[in-house]
């Protein structure tokens, strides 16, 4: 019998909570029959939930919490207020402990990044955690990393970035060596901000063996997937990653209205339906719902806090993938080799001369 996969639930999170994670759960569940869920909520509120899908009840353990953090809490009152009692909490305590193997929540991204940081600690060598996502490109796939939980970055925490995310590449998409690229406003190595030129100098100085350096990339090359990891600080990141969510529906809600203004359009949408079901699919931010934490001694996943049921099993997906492809191995290999070459002395080097 095949290992199973125990993945830990704050059955709180989210705008929807219990009412979108259970059912995600099942839909995840009938995909991955292997997981075992252990699920941390309300009893008087998952419960009767929990008791419509029998088949999540039947694979999961329940462990009741009179705590959930608010979706408006800031991160230190989340910490200070009953953080041991609380759903969030307990789910990273549970990837802590090893009784799950990764955390997924909806909840506050401000409180999980600050409860996982402080629960699970950073890794060796590593400063602070970067949360990355999937970004659907017209080649597949990228990932972009930081995209919110650093604002600000120096060079040496752009190249710890860079690592993460091409661990993150080679576990997900089983690329021996991705390409990697650095966020700036233009190509040319004479633009952007000093941190960023300093990291891709040193990238190139002194090649990273897990990755291929590529250069800077600008905005208009992440669609395009330009490479297969694109690097940046979290400010940049975040607004980069809105945009791009706030366009796809731009584009959805511009499509709909076109279609449906004359009689002619209605016709034309019927003859091209099935080539719009493919656009629409491909757009589906529910498809990649999912931020992965990296750098934490532990997998924890953030689904968007509004996505329905899909998009939450699609962050399950995510953790499954996460586990089952030996992420934080991969990761802890990576900063060894990379701590036993030359670019890490290199950029301790020039923060010195700066």
Request: charged share 20%; aromatic share 2%.
């Given at each position: 019998m095949a290992k199973t996969i125990p993945i830990s639930l704050d059955a709180m999170g989210g705008d929807h909570g219990p009412e979108v994670v259970i059912p995600g759960a099942e839909v995840a569940l009938v995909r991955h029959p292997d997981i075992r869920f252990l699920i941390y909520g309300n009893e008087k509120v998952v419960l009767p939930i929990l008791d419509r899908y029998p088949r999540v009840k039947e694979a999961s353990t329940f462990h009741h919490c009179d705590v959930s953090v608010a979706m408006d809490a800031k991160p230190s009152q989340a910490l200070r207020q009953g953080r041991w009692r609380s759903s969030m909490w307990r789910a990273i305590e549970a990837v802590k402990t090893e009784e799950a193997a990764v955390a997924v929540s909806a909840g506050n991204t401000g409180a999980l990044m600050a409860m996982s940081k402080f629960c699970l600690r950073t890794?060796?060598?590593?400063?602070?955690?970067a949360i990355a996502a999937?970004?659907?490109?017209?080649?597949?796939?990228?990932?972009?990393?930081?995209?919110?939980a650093t604002i600000g970055a120096d060079a040496q925490q752009l190249i710890d970035f860079a690592i993460l995310g091409g661990a993150m590449a080679r576990a997900l998409f089983s690329i021996e060596k991705p390409t990697?690229?650095?966020?700036?406003?233009?190509?040319?190595?004479?633009?952007?901000?000093?941190?960023?030129?300093t990291a891709g100098r040193l990238m190139r100085e002194v090649p990273l063996s897990s990755l291929t350096y590529s250069g800077f990339v600008e905005g208009d090359d992440i669609g395009q997937g330009?490479?297969?990891?694109?690097?940046?600080?979290?400010?940049?990141?975040?607004?980069?990653?809105?945009?791009?969510?706030?366009?796809?529906?731009?584009?959805?809600?511009y499509l709909r209205a076109a279609m449906s203004r004359t009689l002619m359009s209605k016709i034309g949408y019927f003859f091209a339906k099935s080539a719009f079901d493919r656009l629409r699919e491909k757009m589906d931010p529910r498809k990649?719902?999912?931020?992965?934490f990296l750098g934490l001694n532990g997998i924890v996943i953030k689904s968007h806090g509004g996505t329905d049921a899909e998009g939450y099993a699609a962050a399950i997906d995510l953790a499954y993938d996460m586990v089952r492809n030996e992420l934080t191995q991969k990761i802890a290999h990576d900063l060894v080799h990379y701590h036993r070459g030359g670019i890490a002395r290199a950029a301790k080097n020039s923060e010195g001369d700066q």
């Open positions: 890794m060796a060598n590593i400063e602070r955690p999937i970004w659907p490109t017209t080649r597949g796939e990228s990932i972009v990393l930081d995209v919110g990697v690229g650095l966020l700036n406003i233009g190509v040319e190595e004479v633009k952007g901000l000093e941190e960023v030129r330009a490479v297969d990891v694109v690097v940046t600080e979290g400010f940049a990141g975040n607004i980069a990653l809105k945009t791009a969510e706030g366009t796809a529906k731009q584009i959805g809600g990649v719902n999912g931020g992965v």
